[in-house]
């Protein structure tokens, strides 16, 4: 969602600030925008479009060494020029982006800012007015947006810059994410520390309703009442090289096809001196000693959570719930006596997840992330915190977090059951070679996405047993990037309703991966070849038959999403590929949901 960066220093900000507003394209956007403060004043360039398209509106012979800048995800009004950001108060004085909603922006304009003209349709300009304001009334700048922040509901990240004192960025946080970095003779603040490890890799993390200054040479952190906070500064771990696509054409393929690299990681990252696998003895008696999981989750996430369920329950004999976190949230189920909480989440910022965590934060009950972003929001808000070590993932469409959650969700089976039946480590070790056998055969997924999924309206993906979540995560990540109107189903279900929709030549992909089902599967996939479907099957080695297009290398049979979901991931990016669609950044969608 909407991303902030914001630099002072010596240096002219304006390549910094666009260059870092492109490594935060991922996040998802429609219009971007920045605000150069120089001793003529503040110069803003704004559009709806990409960055592409704003380095064409941009003045460059316009210089300044301080300077803001904001890719939007319109909330509140359309995406259009006025209501990118930044935003301007009345007088023109202050200079304000934000990521984030302002609640109750309604009220806060009926009490404080009737006689305002607003210019546009966004919450944001209420800040920005609301600042003015109270400096009008006498207030001095800093006290001002204290006040301001004690009067707003909602979730904000704020870099703000104010004409008559071009020394200092100011900045502020809830909710919604923002890390300062901490340079030689210059700072930086931003979303997130891909924005800012091109000039620095120390970052001061900001907590929620604190605030601070930031000069040239000096960053302080104050909380709302203004009292200074000493934090130290910790170094991002992230390397630079990364978040680069390399000779890659898309980010989406290089991390799909990184996908077995990480999960040897993974391996070698929960393995101890001893070489077995290993996990943080603390987390795993909490589980132990509690009655009940309840996992929450959204999107891919969640996917990977129901496969988790499976493995918690089959491989740790561990009662498993999981849910869906926009709906636990206002919905919340009748919780067991000693439950216990993981939260799953690539960016470890989703608001809607977050809102679950402190629901169940206040109600006393235990939590652990597992997220892919070491200090976000997530982690650093659960009592207890797993990585998913999958590195940067910059694709809108998750892929390899989400085999990276399903494996740490396997290792964390494995470590909680008392005895674990299966040797994990090898077993993990087989699907990491399956999964580069997997990627190493792309044509064959180029041609079938061109002869099925070309030009079709409309795909089912069908499985039973854990293939139904593959399924959902595949339907998923088809329809995302490739528009395609894609629903994952329960193969016994299409028979009760859905089966009307199968017409000739509607794709219908088959997935089968676990012995129990696989007769009744494919009964399925006759019915639905009898209406006419032109059927796709992929299913394990040890039980394909000759005429499956594609046969996926034996791996354990609770492994079997961590392999089956790559033909699919491919699939959906050759189908993308052939409709001409923007792989990485997928219209209306953000790449980190910090709003709820
Ligand atoms: O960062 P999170 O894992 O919490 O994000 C949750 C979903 O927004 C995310 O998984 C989304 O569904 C994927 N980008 C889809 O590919």
Redesign the pocket.
């Given at each position: 969602m909407c991303g902030i960066v914001g630099y002072i220093g010596n240096q002219d900000v304006k390549e910094t600030i666009l260059s870092g507003l492109e490594k935060l394209e991922y996040r998802g956007y429609d219009s971007a925008g920045i605000a150069i403060l120089n001793g003529n004043g503040i110069n803003i360039y704004k559009d709806k479009g990409r960055i592409a398209h704003l380095r064409n509106v941009v003045d460059f012979g316009v210089k300044g060494t301080v300077g803001i800048g904001h890719t939007r995800w319109a909330t509140h009004g359309k995406p259009n020029k006025v209501n990118s950001h930044p935003h301007q108060s009345s007088t023109k004085r202050f200079t304000l982006v934000h990521n984030g909603i302002i609640e109750n922006e309604d009220a806060l304009r009926l009490e404080y800012l009737k006689d305002t003209k607003f210019e546009s349709d966004t919450d944001t300009e209420v800040v920005v007015q609301m600042i003015q304001k109270f400096v009008d009334e006498g207030q001095e700048v800093p006290l001002a947006i204290r006040y301001t922040l004690t009067l707003i509901e909602g979730s904000y990240a704020l870099a703000i810059l104010d004409q008559e004192n071009p020394e200092v960025i100011y900045v502020a946080k809830n909710k919604s994410p923002l890390l300062i970095g901490k340079g030689e003779g210059f700072n930086m603040v931003g979303s997130d520390a891909m924005a800012m490890i091109h000039h620095t890799n120390q970052f001061y993390e900001l907590h929620d309703k604190e605030f601070a200054v930031i000069t040239k040479e000096n960053i302080t952190i104050y909380n709302l009442f203004g009292m200074t906070i000493n934090r130290d500064y910790y170094i991002g771990e992230l390397d630079a090289t990364d978040i680069e696509k390399g000779t890659y054409p898309h980010y989406m393929l290089k991390e799909i096809d990184e996908q077995p690299f990480v999960l040897r990681r993974i391996i070698a990252n929960y393995q101890n001196e001893m070489g077995q696998l290993s996990m943080d003895e603390n987390i795993l008696s909490a589980i132990r000693q509690s009655d009940r999981v309840y996992i929450v989750?959204?999107?891919?996430?969640?996917?990977a959570g129901l496969v988790g369920k499976h493995l918690l329950e089959k491989v740790a004999s561990k009662p498993t719930e999981i849910h869906v976190s926009s709906e636990f949230v206002y919905n919340t189920p009748l919780l067991s006596e000693r439950p216990f909480f993981v939260f799953?989440?690539?960016?470890?910022?989703?608001a809607d997840?977050r809102a679950v965590l402190v629901k169940v934060k206040e109600m006393g009950y235990p939590t652990l992330s597992i997220?892919?972003v070491k200090g976000s929001t997530?982690y650093r808000e659960t009592q207890y915190q797993l990585l998913l070590h999958a590195g940067p993932e910059i694709a809108?469409?998750?892929?390899k977090?989400?085999t990276a959650q399903i494996a740490v969700l396997a290792i964390l089976a494995c470590k909680v059951a008392v005895t674990c039946d299966i040797d994990m480590l090898k077993e993990l070790s087989i699907a990491a070679n399956v999964m580069e056998a997997l990627c190493d055969n792309k044509e064959l997924y180029d041609q079938l996405a061109r002869t099925y999924l070309a030009t079709t309206r409309n795909c089912f993906y069908i499985g039973r047993h854990v293939d139904y979540y593959t399924c959902l995560e595949a339907a998923?990540?088809l329809k995302?990037i490739s528009y395609i109107q894609t629903e994952g189903f329960a193969a016994g279900e299409l028979k009760h309703g859905t089966i009307a929709l199968i017409e000739d030549n509607t794709p219908v992909i088959a997935i089968i991966t676990q012995e129990g089902i696989n007769l009744n599967t494919r009964s399925n996939i006759k019915e639905v070849k009898a209406r006419g479907a032109a059927v796709i099957t992929m299913s394990l080695k040890r039980l394909s038959s000759k005429t499956d297009q594609i046969i996926i290398g034996d791996v354990h049979e609770y492994l079997a999403p961590l392999v089956s979901v790559i033909p699919a991931q491919l699939l959906s990016y050759y189908a993308a590929l052939h409709r001409d669609c923007d792989i990485d950044k997928p219209r209306n969608?953000?790449?980190?949901?910090t709003v709820e």
């Open positions: 989750a959204c999107g891919t996430s969640y996917h799953i989440s690539q960016s470890g910022e989703t997840s997220t892919n997530l809108v469409a998750s892929t977090a989400y998923l990540k995302e969608l953000a790449k980190s949901v």
